[in-house]
């Protein structure tokens, strides 16, 4: 069984010894190193102290060159869409990633690709002769220029090249974390409370923030006319399918003065002023700790500015 290495940011590192740190990026693979800038982006691959590859980033941090001693290879992208590698152009049609490439337009060749709903190439047409490429739920580990796994292509030392971080097929995980962390920890499954088979957490919300207000916009260091509050309201789940929303403002001409809740219950005001969006697990305990403390500072949690 392979052993996996990784370095204080967890980047991956030894396939043989692995080694393993906190922030999971790839740094040693056998006798392979790896070394990334401060964007985690893989800047040099080495082998017993020669180095067997460097890579050179575009301003929007897409891969722009791999420089080898056999040569030079470039790649330019149109947002998150390959268009060009190496003198073959691509074609693409619409994906959620970007861009999915279904033509490779080279010199004097054009070679059709054929995908998968994912984005991922299963086979090609060359000369009028198709050839299948074999490939996992995982993707390949492989130099085919037409392979590509969710739209994105293999680059020899990276894996499949995405925006921000690489993909490897073989060890079937990414060469570093995610950018945003792992809020909900090691459980995949906890954005839909373990039941995949019924919820879908499509924005990976986990609930609606409204801000409203019953200003017609006229306030000002002289009118202090109006009133605003927010409202929330936690996405359903197993437990609570259809959840309630609750109200939140800070009174000062309420008994007791300070933070109310619900106070403002369905009160229905469509000012321009009124906004709503949703937030992540983060977002909301950031929300419900300032809501706590509002409710501890009692009447201090309202008090009227004189200029």
């Not at 290495?5 to 590192?13: A, E, F």
């Amino acid at each position: 069984m392979d052993k996996y290495q990784y370095d204080d940011k967890d980047r991956l590192p030894n396939i043989a010894y692995g080694i393993c740190g906190a922030s999971g990026r790839l740094v040693k693979e056998g006798e392979k190193t790896y070394e990334y800038d401060w964007l985690d982006k893989i800047m040099q691959v080495a082998e017993d102290g020669k180095e067997l590859a460097r890579f050179e980033y575009h301003n929007n941090n897409q891969l722009a060159k791999a420089i080898r001693e056999s040569g030079v290879e470039t790649f330019e992208w149109d947002g998150l869409a390959l268009i060009e590698r190496n003198g073959t152009k691509y074609i693409n049609e619409s994906h959620a990633g970007g861009g999915n490439p279904i033509l490779a337009v080279g010199g004097e060749t054009t070679e059709a690709i054929f995908t998968d709903m994912l984005g991922t190439s299963i086979g090609y047409v060359k000369d009028g002769n198709y050839s299948e490429i074999t490939k996992t739920s995982f993707g390949a580990d492989t130099s085919d220029k037409l392979s590509f796994f969710t739209g994105k292509p293999y680059v020899d030392g990276l894996g499949y090249a995405f925006l921000f971080r690489n993909y490897r097929a073989d060890m079937g995980k990414w060469s570093s974390t995610d950018l945003l962390g792992y809020f909900d920890w090691i459980n995949l499954y906890t954005y839909c409370y373990n039941t995949i088979t019924v919820y879908v957490d499509y924005l990976g919300a986990s609930g609606t923030l409204t801000i409203h207000s019953s200003s017609t916009g006229e306030a000002s260091s002289t009118n202090t006319s109006g009133h605003s509050w927010i409202e929330y309201i936690p996405d359903p789940t197993p437990q609570n399918p259809n959840p309630e929303s609750t109200t939140y403002g800070t009174w000062g001409n309420k008994d007791p003065i300070g933070l109310h809740e619900n106070l403002k219950k369905n009160y229905n005001y469509t000012d321009e002023a009124t906004r709503s969006t949703h937030l992540n697990d983060e977002q909301e305990k950031s929300i419900m700790d300032r809501i706590k403390e509002y409710r501890e500072m009692g009447e201090d949690a309202w008090w009227l500015l004189d200029n």
